[in-house]
Each structure stands twice: as C-alpha cells, then as structure tokens.
C-alpha cells in the first residue's frame, strides 16, 4: 500500500505520518509539501529514517509536478492535509487560501482520476458548517448541518468540499471527506491558541484572549484525528462525509486558564484584545455516525491530552523557539501589536 500525503509538515499531516509509520510497518508514504511558513522540515527528521517515507518539496496547485508526481509512484491511496490552515492569516491575505484550498484540491482530484487511485481522502473541518449559538448547547454539528461559512478559510475549505462531492457523483470518484473539530497536541504551530499561550505563558508575555474569551471550540487531541482517517480510508463509504470530534468543548479563556495553571504562571498575564472579525461562537460535532460505522472512539481525554501537550512542548524547546525567532515576529507584530 502507497500513500500520499499531502502537508505532511505541517501539524496533522506530521502526526498522521508518525501514527501511519507505527500502525502499518509495511506501508510506503510519500509526503508532498510545499514547506510554506507553516511546514517545517525539522518535524519530519525522525520519518526520514524510516525507509518507507519519502518527502517531496512541492505544491499541490502545481499540475505538472504533481502529475510527474503521480505518475512516477503510483499511489493507491492520497490524503490531502496541505492547505492554509489559519482563519486570522485568511482575514488578512485571502488569496492564498483559494488558490491553495480549492485549486489544490481540484489538481490533486485530476492527478488521482488520472492514475486511478484507489481512494482520495480530503481532511476538511466542522469551520464549513459556521457557528452554533451559546445558548443552545442541544445543538451539534452532524453531517447534515447545512455548509454556513464565515470566514475565508472556512469558505475555500467548503468550496474544496462541494468539488469533492461533485467530482464524486458526476465521475464516481472514489472520494471521502472528514470534518473534524479543533486539535491540538505536538507540533501545533504556535500561531494557533494553545501553542501561542503555552508559548507566550512561558516567556511571561501577555496571553492575548480575543473578545471575552467565552467563544467555544470542541478540542480534540491530535492521535484521535490521526486513527479516524486511518479507519475512514480503509473502511469508510466512498461518497461519504465523516465528522469527527470527541466532546470536549471548552471556552478560551477556560483553555487559557488552564494552561497557565498547569504551568504556574499568574492569571495576570491574560490580555483582552479586539475580536477576531466574523468571530465563530461555538463549535461542537456529533461523531455519532463515525462511531456506529467505523467504531471509532478519541482515545485521550482533554485533562490528559493538554499535559501531555503542554510536556511536549517542555521538552521540545528547540522546536518552537526555532519558528517563533524567524518571519513568525513580523507576523506576530502585525496582528497583535496595538490589538
Ligand atoms: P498546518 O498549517 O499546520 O499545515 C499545513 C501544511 O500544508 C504545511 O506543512 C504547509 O507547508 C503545507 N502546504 C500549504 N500550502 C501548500 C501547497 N500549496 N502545496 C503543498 N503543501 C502546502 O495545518 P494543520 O493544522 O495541520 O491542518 C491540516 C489540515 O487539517 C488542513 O486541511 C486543515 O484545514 C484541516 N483541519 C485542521 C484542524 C486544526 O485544528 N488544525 C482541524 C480540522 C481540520
Ligand atoms: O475547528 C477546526 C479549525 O480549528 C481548523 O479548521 C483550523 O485550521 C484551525 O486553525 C482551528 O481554527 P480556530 O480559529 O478555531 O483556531 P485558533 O487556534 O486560531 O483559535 C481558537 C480560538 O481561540 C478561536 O476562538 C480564536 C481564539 N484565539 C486565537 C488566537 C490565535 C484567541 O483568543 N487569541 C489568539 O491569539
């Protein structure tokens, strides 16, 4: 079995390519990834020894080589992660989100029908169904939720989506989509809110909560999403959309609190600053038909997820303080600074 994975150096993809390595010694992967500002090649230095994982510099929305790609190795299975991923970077720079999001995606599609892969997996998330209300907390995401988009991230993720869909009824593509809520874990990027606090906690700088902090995201620790797809490609329905997410939904300023007591740091370090624009409430998934189809279950709980996170990132200094030295202080300097 021949996987490709796309954004594998990225945070999901990466960890996918570790759980994958583990779980099925005998698959080859080859990672494509284009290694913009958000993958990182140092994350993928320990797959690099294993003799069945290849890396490929290279950008999905490039035919040519992605089609050479194909071409020369014959996938059975693609699983495409590679995208822009952050909603505050899609309010300031749209574009690239719909070149990458949607066009991406559409290329990958061709390459796949092309050399007629087995199965395409696109890894979208719970942002293409919008918001839910706080004070409705019956209401959950199930994959009948109609697409309701807020930002441009969530709308080139959606847009990805309906082609998806479209490419599988109008050529039987043998396609499946999974909509998973918030992860969180190793090699999170430290623009995202629980990097950027630990790391920010750490260095006693102020922990910028955006609003009153009381929007709610569904948390889900990486590992969980990572054995989902793994299920949902060999056992999923072709044609199908999985939601994927565990229950575990928490208020920033809850997930902020937290993490400065697990690192004892003071409360004062939390800052208000102005709302993200178009600010999303509350997500929260119903995983009821993943686990009737395929019996998947999150394995980690929040309580224990968030230590085992905040430990790696202990650990892993090197990792983060590497990134967050570089282009990442323009960028920090640009959305926070007078915020
Ligand atoms: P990330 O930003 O950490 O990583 C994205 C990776 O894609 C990077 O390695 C980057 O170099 C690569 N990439 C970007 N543009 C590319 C291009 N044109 N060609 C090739 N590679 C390119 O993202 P993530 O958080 O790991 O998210 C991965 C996927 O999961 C995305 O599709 C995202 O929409 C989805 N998702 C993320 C979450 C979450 O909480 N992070 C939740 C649900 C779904
Ligand atoms: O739900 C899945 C989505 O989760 C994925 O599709 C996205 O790729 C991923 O980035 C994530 O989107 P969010 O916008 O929910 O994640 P983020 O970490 O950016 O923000 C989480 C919450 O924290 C959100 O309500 C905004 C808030 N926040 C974020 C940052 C970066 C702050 O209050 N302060 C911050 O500095």
């Not at 920010?200 to 569904?218: H, Q, S, T």
């Not at 600010?279 to 009737?292: F, G, L």
Request: aromatic residues 12%; charged residues 25%.
């Amino acid at each position: 079995m021949k996987i490709l994975v796309t954004g594998g150096a990225g945070f999901i993809g990466s960890n996918f390519i570790y759980y994958m390595l583990e779980k099925h010694p005998d698959y080859k992967l080859v990672c494509l990834d284009a290694l913009t500002y958000a993958g990182n090649l140092e994350t993928l230095e320990d797959a690099m020894k294993n003799e069945n994982f290849k890396f490929v510099k290279g950008d999905i929305t490039d035919r040519e080589a992605v089609r050479k790609l194909f071409g020369e190795e014959k996938f059975d299975i693609v699983v495409n992660f590679a995208a822009e991923s952050h909603v505050d970077r899609s309010i300031e720079t749209p574009e690239v989100f719909l070149k990458t999001n949607i066009l991406g995606t559409q290329v990958l599609m061709d390459a796949s029908r092309e050399f007629e892969v087995k199965r395409y997996h696109q890894v979208s998330t719970d942002e293409v169904y919008g918001d839910l209300p706080l004070d409705r907390p019956d209401l959950f995401f199930t994959e009948e939720t109609p697409i309701h988009t807020s930002s441009p991230y969530s709308a080139s993720k959606a847009a990805a989506d309906l082609l998806v869909s479209a490419y599988h009824r109008t050529y039987n593509f043998p396609a499946t989509i999974s909509r998973c809520s918030n992860n969180y874990g190793p090699f999170h990027f430290p623009e995202k809110l629980i990097p950027l606090m630990i790391a920010n906690a750490l260095a006693d700088k102020p922990l910028p909560v955006y609003g009153e902090g009381l929007n709610i995201r569904d948390w889900l620790y990486v590992e969980d999403h990572c054995s989902a797809i793994d299920l949902i490609i060999h056992n999923g329905r072709v044609g199908e959309v999985y939601n994927i997410g565990g229950h575990n939904e928490k208020a920033n300023i809850d997930v902020v609190k937290i993490i400065i007591k697990e690192l004892g740091k003071s409360e004062e370090l939390i800052t208000y600053v102005t709302d993200r624009k178009g600010h999303d409430m509350r997500y929260a998934i119903d995983p009821a038909k993943i686990h009737a189809e395929l019996g998947w279950l999150p394995a980690t709980k929040f309580d224990d997820g968030i230590k085992k996170t905040i430990k790696w990132y202990l650990d892993n200094k090197p990792w983060w303080e590497n990134i967050i030295s570089g282009e990442y202080k323009e960028y920090y300097k640009k959305m926070y600074d007078g915020r």
